[in-house]
T-cell receptor, first 115, second 109 residues
């Protein structure tokens, strides 16, 4: 069973606030990802990381930032939340298997609402 | 550019079969398939690699045509538990855009 955790699960916050969405995995996976998904819509990759001190932007431009100081931890930060940031944020991780990309394990997600 | 999935949605009765297709305009070296049930996180179904290698956890079959840059997921004798949205895509890293828009599958009794 996958061990990847996200907190908080639900967050309602006012415009202009700084927020950090937490993601942790206990599987020792090198690669971690953040996706943004509106209800009923597709998954958009916003950030990914190959390992400690490695972060890359995904296909969807995002005002959020990420950091990867520890292998197991990949937090996402919004310096100033806006209503347009309202969405579900999913974190995932995978291991590197023989140079090929292995399956991704997803966390339960954080549903963010910015008023 | 994200992979294109077809059909966008399909409704089945229990026991019927369905095929979900995924095609890419870019070279594919592998294809991932995931299923997401309503209100839940996506769950891995299969990885298909060049050369015919496959890796999956469920009794769902799939094909990968490297030359045509296409993959198909075959759902046979569908069950109610198959309902959900199916996503395909190349893995992140090689291409920034990964998952297709998804195919919504609804299986009714």
């Amino acid at each position: 069973e996958a061990d990847i955790y996200q907190t908080p699960r639900y967050l309602v916050i006012g415009t202009g606030k700084k927020i950090t969405l937490e993601c942790s995995q206990t599987m020792g996976h090198d690669k971690m990802y953040w996706y943004q998904q509106d209800p009923g819509m597709e998954l958009h990759l916003i950030h990914y990381s190959y390992g400690v001190n490695s972060t890359e932007k995904g296909d969807l431009s995002s005002e959020s930032t990420v950091s990867r100081i520890r292998t197991e931890h990949f937090p996402l930060t919004l310096e100033s939340a806006r209503p347009s940031h309202t969405s579900q944020y999913l974190c995932a991780s995978s291991e590197w298997d023989r140079g090929l990309y292995n399956e991704q394990f997803f966390g339960p997600g954080t549903r963010l609402t910015v008023l | 550019q994200q992979p294109v999935q077809s059909p966008q949605a399909v409704i089945l009765r229990e026991g019927e079969d369905a095929v979900i297709n995924c095609s890419s305009s870019k070279a594919l070296y592998s294809v991932h398939w995931y299923r997401q049930k309503h209100g839940e996180a996506p769950v891995f179904l299969m990885i298909l690699l060049k050369g015919g290698e496959q890796k999956g956890h469920e009794k769902i079959s799939a094909s990968f045509n490297e030359k045509k840059q296409q993959s198909s997921l075959y759902l046979t004798a569908s069950q109610l538990s198959y309902s959900g949205t199916y996503f395909c895509g190349p893995p992140p890293g090689g291409f920034k855009t990964i998952f297709g828009a998804g195919t919504r599958l609804f299986v009714k009794a």
